[in-house]
Nanobody, 124 residues
Framework: VQLQASGGGLVQAGGSLRLSCAAS????????VSWFRQAPGSEREFVAR????????DYADSVKGRFTISKNYARDTVILQMNSLKPEETGVYYC??????????????????WGQGTLVTVSS
């Protein structure tokens, strides 16, 4: 699966951004699709995931209530709506697809396919 992430940009603290992850050569099918982010000098961390078939979702505690992950079946796209953004959430956001076991869904090593990343900058 080839993934294309888009939607990053510069936003003030408290603002919103909408990220998209599109599957360009095949459908997401039975995959779990997740968003991770990586700040400079930090490890890649889990943000949110959605199971393509069931629609089940999961979020990092730090983003619950502010971020929403959803899917667009017709366009084979996963959306991450990010509201009330904070400066510490600045980083490169990556979408990933795979079939992780239940205990590894928040582990980036469990995902086989990755998009190129999109930069999110939140100014204070």
């Amino acid at each position: 699966v080839q993934l294309q992430a888009s939607g990053g940009g510069l936003v003030q603290a408290g603002g919103s951004l909408r990220l998209s992850c599109a599957a360009s050569d095949r459908t997401f099918s039975t995959y779990t699709v997740s968003w991770f982010r990586q700040a400079p000098g930090s490890e890649r961390e889990f943000v949110a995931r959605i199971a393509w078939n069931s629609g089940n979702t999961d979020y990092a505690d730090s983003v619950k209530g502010r971020f929403t992950i959803s899917k667009n079946y017709a366009r084979d796209t996963v959306i991450l709506q990010m509201n009330s953004l904070k400066p510490e959430e600045t980083g490169v956001y990556y979408c990933a697809a795979g079939v992780p076991v239940s205990t590894a869904r928040q582990n980036p090593r469990a995902y086989r396919y990755w998009g190129q990343g999109t930069l999110v900058t939140v100014s204070s």
